[in-house]
């Protein structure tokens, strides 16, 4: 039984080590600023969805007071 706690320990500790060791990786200060510096630099795109420019007149419509 006291085995079988001490492997369950170790792997639990090393567990722990390695994602402390990953996530020190994310949060340091270079990491921080390269990723907003790609992030900056990566190309512009529109998240509205539809066309960019309305035209003045619509051509699928008839004008009001026209018949045809």
Not at 6 to 35: D, N, P, Q
């Amino acid at each position: 039984m006291l085995v079988r706690n001490l492997i369950l320990w170790l792997i639990g500790a090393i567990v722990l080590a390695v994602l402390l060791f990953l996530a020190r990786g994310y949060f340091s200060a270079e990491t921080r600023t390269r990723r907003r510096r790609d992030r900056s630099h990566r190309p512009v795109t529109s998240r509205k969805s539809g066309p960019s420019v309305r035209l003045a007149v619509d051509v699928d419509k008839p004008k009001r007071g026209r018949k045809g």
